[in-house]
């Protein structure tokens, strides 16, 4: 019963996408349990670029079935418009290869309304999301007025909930947030287009997937997002609206707790964010601006699913050591080691100073607050000079890369066993 997590071990943007490619091809199945198009993730296939935002990137390989859980947001325009660029892409597409749990809630063009314009309501203290609708998907789901899936099973009833939605998000609008409201019966048209394509690939998943792990086949869990935006453990309030630690697969997939096999903490080479909130080791000037490039390639540091550019910093032990500890690491994958080249020196934060006291681990439970006023206390490494790229071996790399890794692996206690040297597919290193 082989159960496999790849897990965000920072803020998002790890480069989970690799991560997940490389791990579907020992798997039979992999499946997506948190978020929805908000998440963003990219494989580099030659010279195609796979950006994935609700389709599980494990399908991608040919002989892997992917599952959009019931843990997710669905925006059926945007999982018809993948479906469709897949195709174009030589992928292919069916109900036997792609399944949809009937318990996943939809989100229409009235909750991405309500999220940029409650949001923007907040002012200077709007929280960034990527105004796709999440959170009031999320809110539907949680006040038991969500749409389903499986509501679209029944044309009729689908399209008398979905009027009575709109009708309310319109009150909302127009009432409470002073906003134009909705084109209902536009939006009728367009979704109950969408239902009739999804039809065929609803499925019950939890007895799918239980059936799957007793006749030994492998399934992989892709998390979306990062441990630190998880609504729970992250830095609340500026976090998403989902479980996006491994906890989250089970009630997000219909599994019951069992073992797992492994969790791999994907975890980028220095710290990203998108949005606002507390960053300790955040950067500005000439550093910031070699961190995050220029935007000139799909693999710098701009927001896959946004395109905003990302806040960038040195890397946080504290914080990895607590997404460790919240989802049951047992190891590491380590992404985009190759920007660090060209630096004199190379910085790690090892722990905070605050109010006079040395904290190397945090008790954090969830709380923004709990890093205000945390400075940072940095290791500094020496830097390499020499390009990573089209290094083959882990014994290429220059002494220094490789004792920054080493030195990742002894504040951690995790071992890292693959490390990513450039955006290609197999720009990877392993490590025994």
């Known amino acids: 019963m082989p159960l496999d997590i790849v897990i965000g071990a920072q803020w998002g943007d790890e480069g989970k996408g690799r991560a997940v490619d490389l791990l579907s091809k020992s798997s039979q199945i992999v499946a997506r349990y948190n978020g929805g198009d908000n998440a963003g993730h990219t494989v580099t296939v030659g010279p195609k670029i796979y950006k994935l935002h609700l389709i599980p990137t494990g399908l991608i390989h040919p002989d892997v079935i992917g599952v959009i859980g019931c843990g997710m947001v669905l925006n059926p325009q945007t999982l018809v418009e993948e479906m469709d660029m897949l195709r174009r892409g030589g992928i292919k597409i069916n109900p ?5 749990s009937d318990a996943v809630q939809l989100i229409t063009p009235g909750h991405r309304l309500l999220d940029r314009a409650q949001d923007a309501a907040l002012g200077n203290g709007k929280l960034g999301t990527t105004g796709r609708g999440i959170g009031p998907a999320y809110t539907d789901r949680a006040s038991r007025r969500g749409l389903r899936a499986g509501d679209i099973l029944d044309l009729e009833f689908f399209a008398g909930r979905l009027r009575a939605h709109l009708e309310q998000v319109n009150l909302t609008l127009t009432e409470s947030l002073k ?19 999804l039809r065929p690939y609803i499925r019950r998943i939890g007895p799918l997937l239980q059936e799957a792990l007793k006749d030994g086949r492998t399934i992989l869990a892709e998390g979306a997002q990062g441990t630190l935006l998880d609504l729970d453990q992250g830095t609340y309030p500026y976090v998403t609206s989902s479980c996006t630690t491994a906890a989250g697969v089970f009630s997000g997939l219909g599994l019951g707790v069992q073992p797992v096999r ?7 080479a220095f710290q990203t964010r998108v949005g606002a909130g507390p960053f300790p080791t955040e950067l500005q000037g000439d550093l910031a601006v070699f961190l995050r490039g220029t935007g000139a390639n799909p693999w710098d540091e701009f927001g896959t699913t946004t395109g905003r550019p990302r806040r960038v910093g040195w890397l946080d032990l504290v914080l990895l050591n607590y997404a460790r500890e919240v989802n049951g690491l047992n190891e590491l994958f380590l992404t985009k080691l190759d920007v660090l080249s060209g630096m004199k020196e190379v910085l790690v934060c090892v722990a905070y100073q605050r109010n006079g006291d040395t904290l190397t681990s945090l008790d954090f439970s969830g709380d923004a607050r709990m890093l205000d006023g945390c400075m940072p206390v940095y290791k500094t490494l020496p830097g390499w000079q020499e390009e990573l790229r089209g290094c083959t071996r882990w014994q290429d790399l220059p002494a220094a890369a490789q004792n920054y890794v080493k030195f990742i692996e002894e504040h951690t206690g995790l071992p ?6 450039g955006p290609e597919r197999d720009a990877l290193l392993y490590r025994d």
């Open 262 to 268: 492994a969790v791999v903490g994907v975890v980028k």
């Open 416 to 421: 890292v066993k693959t490390v990513s040297v």
């Open 179 to 197: 906003q134009p409201g909705i084109d209902i019966e536009y939006v009728l048209k367009e979704y109950m287009d969408y239902a009739v394509q």
């Open 96 to 100: 036997e290869r792609l399944w949809i």
